[in-house]
Nanobody
Framework: QVQLVESGGGLVQAGGSLRLSCAAS????????MGWFRQAPGKEREFVAR????????YNEESVKGRFTMSRDNTKRTIFLQMNSLIPEDTAVYYC???????????WGQGTQVTVSS
């Protein structure tokens, strides 16, 4: 059974930090590109960051502006999103995403809520 389980969300004041985790099971994690997306109320889901199966990180620089750091630990089958200098505009449900190398398989987690108060 495929599972992507996010954790680490919560309520934080502006300027604070949170670290999200996404634990994966039920598929060949090493062969999947992993990513984070977010969806704010009334808005479309937006790309945040991605680590391909073979390394390197791509960010939505316009949104995260050097404040977020994504990493993956293949031994733990887990990805992380370290979020610093949070602002109210970062308030959203954050989703973990897994896409196979060929793009034919796409999995989503259930999401974790991040709320940043001003």
């Amino acid at each position: 059974q495929v599972q992507l389980v996010e954790s680490g969300g919560g309520l934080v004041q502006a300027g604070g930090s949170l670290r999200l985790s996404c634990a994966a099971s039920g598929f060949a994690f090493d062969n999947f590109n992993m990513g984070w997306f977010r969806q704010a109320p009334g808005k479309e889901r937006e790309f945040v960051a991605r680590i391909p199966w073979n390394g390197g990180v791509t960010y939505n620089e316009e949104s995260v502006k050097g404040r977020f750091t994504m990493s993956r630990d293949n031994t733990k089958r887990t990805i992380f999103l370290q979020m610093n200098s949070l602002i109210p505009e970062d308030t959203a449900v954050y989703y973990c995403n897994a896409v196979s190398i060929r793009g034919s398989i796409n999995y989503w987690g259930q999401g974790t809520q991040v709320t940043v108060s001003s």
